[in-house]
């Protein structure tokens, strides 16, 4: 039954090579586990390792001498970050920024994917484009492009001036308000998009039953729109989250010099200290951080759904 | 076939609702250029059961959704008892709709489901739960009170949104496509609960279908919809017996179509192209001329078979002679199709206890004489 239902090329695929559904899984899982998981076990493997001044700068696990295989396993770039207060205040601010910054993509990315789920079609393609398009240009020069916007004699400076809002140059950038224009405007496409995928596909009826059974449209939104959006809204978030934690460009270059973020320390270990051990331990720490959020947005997603 | 079963019982007492409940005035909708619904007027009673019917795209739904408010109408006045309710929007008319897909909250269980309009209105607690109890009984759902919809059935699911649209005791309770979303095979018992419900609550309804049958069953008066308008209207029997138009005669049952020519001034006989023997109609079309072109309907029921007579007695008016080309069994009743000498295919529906007074049933090939009296005949406009 199932077969009759294929496409006819897929039919013909699979009568060419009978091996191809198996490729069709196989082949994403191989190129995860070739540039993800082994690059992850190499950075795990490293953050075991001991620093040197050698040529790679630490050493290695496995040792093999006089019949003897040791393994050695060195704890301290772990105990170092839980020592050290710099990592904990890192990991805390990491986290905030994210929060933060997942919270105002959601406040803002919401509303527009509801906007554009709502449009007439046409209207709707052109207003995805708009939000696709800058996609097209590198993420750096977009981030770079903003200071043209915040710096002191920018865009936005000028403006303000101009309209006789404000009699100095305001600093917009280098502090926390340019850290998160930065932050919200690189991520909102990772919010929208799959807002409006899940908005775009559900059923116009519900809350026009809503309001037939005498909902205002406000008592719609909150009732209907809003609970039924809930996966929709969890996805969006984790794919802002996540990588938001971890960001360096952003925070380095509309961020305050003041502000400790974990993509700020690890580069400084890996690059200014030269200490890898310390910078794998601080990335695995990292993603053992992030699996958390992840774990409990994958229940919200799993979970039935809940009489009222 | 000829009177169809009214499950209800409704239109077997007289209609005793006041006239004009419910007032479409002269209504149009327009998407951009493309007119929908175009100046339609309509008046349905009190406690009456209405049904728009129509093939897709006819208007019917933006009829229905304009009554509920969902969609504003580019001109006219919808009254309600007495109230004009034109720029009332959805959710302050005393109007509640029954959707196609049910349109049942996929996040709350039945008796949340149920009561969400009761919420809306502010309705307290403890009437709130005595009343969707009531209604869920009613509709035969108090056990499942608990039950997510998407736990339900497609037939529980609908008398969940039933209940649901009752609740709040509209004056209006609007039907769209009530029967689609269900099996062929449970739909008539369907309609027949429905029918029994609703007469119970006694609600002025109006239901939209494009399935004939259904409208028929159920409706206390029907009206057929093409391109916006109203093409005729009137009670099943009324629409299926003296269809006024090619249109609604094809579109209420099956009915065969003849064209003619009336054959002298202000007479009674049709020259038909079609047929060997005048069409005699009957009546005299007292202010028409010879020439003037009528279309004519023949339900297939009406229409007799007989074994061709040999005397020219039997070749009177209004009969023709056909070879049997296809044959039907469909139970309660056979359909042939015969081609006459003009190639012409004609249908008929014959019962069984007729069929089974034949010497052998007609087979293929075999040559039938057709005859039909004048009551049969039907004058379209």
Not at chain 2, 22 to 35: A, N, R, Y
Request: proline share 6%; glycine share 6%; aromatic share 10%.
């Amino acid at each position: 039954m199932a077969r009759t239902t294929q496409p006819f090329y897929q039919r013909a695929l699979l009568r060419w090579m009978p091996g191809a559904k198996g490729w069709a899984i196989g082949l994403p899982f191989a190129f995860l586990l070739v540039f993800f998981m082994l690059p992850f076990l190499m950075v795990l493997k490293i953050s075991f390792a001991e620093s040197t001044m050698d040529v790679p700068p630490f050493t290695h696990l496995l040792v093999l001498g006089q019949d003897k295989l040791t393994v050695l396993l060195n704890f301290e770039s772990y105990l170092t970050i839980v020592q050290d207060d710099i990592y904990f205040a890192a990991y805390a601010s990491s986290l905030t920024v994210a929060f933060f910054t997942t919270f105002f993509c959601l406040l803002v990315g919401y509303p527009t994917a509801l906007l554009i789920a709502n449009a007439r079609p046409a209207l709707r393609n052109l207003l995805l484009m708009g939000i696709i398009l800058p996609f097209w240009t590198s993420y750096l020069v977009r981030v770079y492009a903003w200071i043209g916007i915040l710096k002191d004699q920018g865009l936005a400076n000028r403006l303000l001036m101009h309209l006789g809002l404000s009699d100095t140059p305001l600093a917009l950038m280098h502090n926390t308000f340019g850290l998160y224009v930065g932050m919200v405007y690189s991520y909102l496409p990772y919010m929208v998009l799959p807002m409006y995928a899940f908005l775009v596909k559900m059923d116009a009826s519900l809350p026009e039953a809503a309001r037939d059974l005498g909902a205002k449209p406000w008592e719609v939104f909150f009732t209907i729109t809003l609970p039924l959006s809930l996966p929709g809204m969890s996805a969006g978030c984790l794919l802002v989250f996540i990588p938001s934690v971890g960001e360096y460009v952003i925070p380095e270059l509309l961020g305050s010099s003041q502000d400790l973020m974990i993509g700020r320390v690890m580069w400084s270990d890996f690059f200014n200290s030269i200490a890898w051990p310390l910078a794998s331990a601080a990335t695995c720490v990292m993603v053992a951080l992030l699996l958390l959020p992840m774990a409990w947005f994958q229940r919200v997603q799993n979970r039935e759904p809940q009489a009222l | 076939m000829s009177t169809l079963p009214n499950s209800n019982n409704r239109s077997a007492e007289p209609l005793l609702g006041e006239e004009g409940f419910l007032q479409i005035v002269d209504v149009s909708k327009k998407f951009g250029e493309v007119t929908v619904v175009d100046r339609l007027h309509l008046s349905v009673r009190r406690k009456e059961f209405f049904a728009l019917l129509g093939s897709s795209g006819c208007g019917k739904s933006t009829l229905l959704r304009i009554m509920a408010g969902l969609e504003t109408p580019s001109s006219g006045r919808v009254i309600l008892d007495g109230q004009d309710i034109t720029d009332l929007p959805a959710h302050r008319r005393p109007v509640n709709m029954m959707f196609q897909s049910y349109a049942l909250f996929p996040h709350m269980n039945v008796s949340a489901n149920v009561a969400y309009g009761l919420k809306r209105e502010g309705v307290a607690r403890p009437e709130r739960e005595e009343r969707v109890r009531e209604v869920l009984e009613l509709v035969q759902m108090g056990a499942y009170a608990s039950h997510m919809p998407s736990q339900l059935s497609g037939g529980q699911q609908q008398r969940v949104a039933l209940a649901r649209s009752l609740v709040k005791s509209p004056k209006l309770l609007l039907l769209d496509e009530p029967m689609s979303a269900l099996d062929k095979k449970i739909r008539q018992k369907t309609q027949f609960e429905l029918g029994t419900i609703l007469q119970k609550v006694g609600v002025t309804c109006v239901m939209v279908t494009h399935d004939q049958e259904e409208a028929m069953t159920m409706a206390d008066r029907l009206a057929v919809m093409s391109e916006g308008a109203i093409v005729q209207l009137g009670t099943p029997e009324n629409v299926y017996e003296a269809p006024s138009t090619r249109f609604a005669a094809e579109f209420i049952g099956s009915t065969n179509v003849f064209t003619g020519t009336l054959a002298q001034d202000g007479g009674s006989a049709l020259y038909c192209g079609e047929l060997e023997r005048p069409l005699e109609l009957g009546f005299a079309m007292a202010n028409a001329r010879q020439g003037h072109a009528v279309q004519v309907s023949i339900r297939p029921e009406r229409i007799r078979l007989s074994l061709p007579a040999s005397d020219a007695q039997a070749s009177t008016n209004n009969s023709a002679l056909g070879v049997v080309e296809q044959i039907g069994y469909m139970g309660s009743y056979t359909l042939y199709y015969l081609r006459l000498p003009s190639s012409r295919v004609v249908m008929v529906h014959v019962p069984r206890e007729i069929l089974v007074a034949f010497d052998h049933e007609p087979d293929y090939g075999d040559i039938m004489q057709l005859r039909w009296s004048v009551r049969s005949l039907v004058v379209l406009s």
